[in-house]
């Protein structure tokens, strides 16, 4: 079991530019979560799939963020035309499909940084 | 809306010694889940201690205990024999239990430093 996945960790990009994350989820979690945290806040929640299925958005979710689950397995997360107010750390999660106490886990996270 | 609140940004402790650490939070739900995370810097968030709410008993995990107030809905983490490895931010949050709404509501955070 190698954990969340995340791709690229680092990105600089310039304000107008689209950006795109992967997330590798930890196998058989059918589960799979995004969020966003900028320095000195709490990560806020963005998106979460059920296999490949959408199931809950947040208002955060402008209509330049697009989040895909494709198969069911890995999950992209682009954000078009970027403005500096994107620079934050976007984090996947995975968990496996049950009980909502089931832990979720975290990957380390894709910093962006809007130039 | 669910809220949760962490009212002290950074906290410091000597090694070998207890903090505790504050969270409140707001709700209308009768049952749901309480979590608190650790973030070390640079690193993944991983959960240190889970209660689910009809519960009375405290969550416990080694050297992490958690003190539940469910009427003053209050959820504090209590670490004891603090050691060098403690040092992060910790993020308290809340989940409901129904299957449709997944998401963890969490707190601004409270960065620890253990002074050695």
């Known amino acids: 079991d190698t954990g969340v996945s995340q791709d690229p960790r680092h990105k600089i990009t310039k304000r107008g530019q689209n950006v795109t994350f992967r997330c590798d989820p930890i196998s058989e979690h059918n589960r799979l979560y995004w969020y966003r945290q900028t320095l000195g806040q709490g990560p806020e929640f963005l998106t979460y799939f059920q296999n490949e299925a959408q199931l809950e958005k947040s208002r955060l979710l402008s209509d330049r963020f697009s989040a895909e689950r494709p198969k069911g397995s890995f999950s992209t997360l682009e954000i078009q035309r970027t403005e500096q107010g994107d620079s934050a750390m976007y984090l996947c999660?995975?968990?496996?499909?049950?009980?909502?106490?089931?832990?979720?886990?975290f990957g380390e996270g894709s910093w962006l940084t809007v130039v | 809306a669910q809220t949760v609140t962490q009212s002290q940004p950074e906290m410091s402790v000597q090694e070998a010694e207890t903090v505790t650490l504050s969270c409140t939070y707001d709700t209308s739900e009768s049952d749901y889940y309480l979590f608190w995370y650790k973030q070390p810097p640079s690193r993944q968030m991983i959960l240190v201690i889970r209660?689910?709410?009809?519960?009375?008993q405290n969550a416990t995990e080694n050297r992490f205990s958690v003190n539940f107030q469910k009427a003053a809905k209050s959820f504090s983490l209590k670490i004891s024999d603090s050691q060098l490895g403690d040092a992060a931010m910790y993020f308290c949050a809340y989940r409901t239990p129904y299957q449709g709404a997944q998401k963890l509501v969490f707190g601004q955070g409270t960065r620890l430093t253990i002074n050695p």
């Open positions: 999660a995975s968990s496996p499909q049950g009980m909502s106490g089931n832990t979720i886990y």
């Open positions: 209660q689910e709410a009809y519960k009375q």
